[in-house]
């Protein structure tokens, strides 16, 4: 592996970090479980490991930011989640962060790749 295949890697994996709580919580206005949580995720780009994903929820859930509820009525026992109020209000909050931090990254990108000389 190239050094600099090695270090985007890395630095990929940090981004995501960051950005998979945001996916999360935006598709918890309603209910779901984990798997559908992965399977709609996968299908908007956003791929995250069960690995990640289930220390992800309990944590979200301990912070108060999630309710869970097990449906039982199934074969097979599953745990779903769902945005709580405070959920819902960090969520908001922190949509609003996320369009200013992709507004700001943007002017950044864009003056140091050159493309806005300021003449237009």
Known sequence: MSDAKEYMDKLMQELRRGTITIGVLSQLSEPQYGYSLVTSLGEKGIHV???TLYPL???LE???LL???WDTNEARP???YLLSDTGKEVY???IVEWQQIVQNMSNVI???GGEKDGDD
């Open 67 to 69: 309710d869970s509820k």
């Open 62 to 64: 301990k912070q108060g």
């Open 78 to 80: 599953r745990k779903y």
């Open 110 to 112: 864009d003056v140091q």
């Open 57 to 59: 929820l309990r944590r």
């Open 92 to 94: 908001e909050l922190l």
């Open 49 to 51: 490991e069960p690995g």
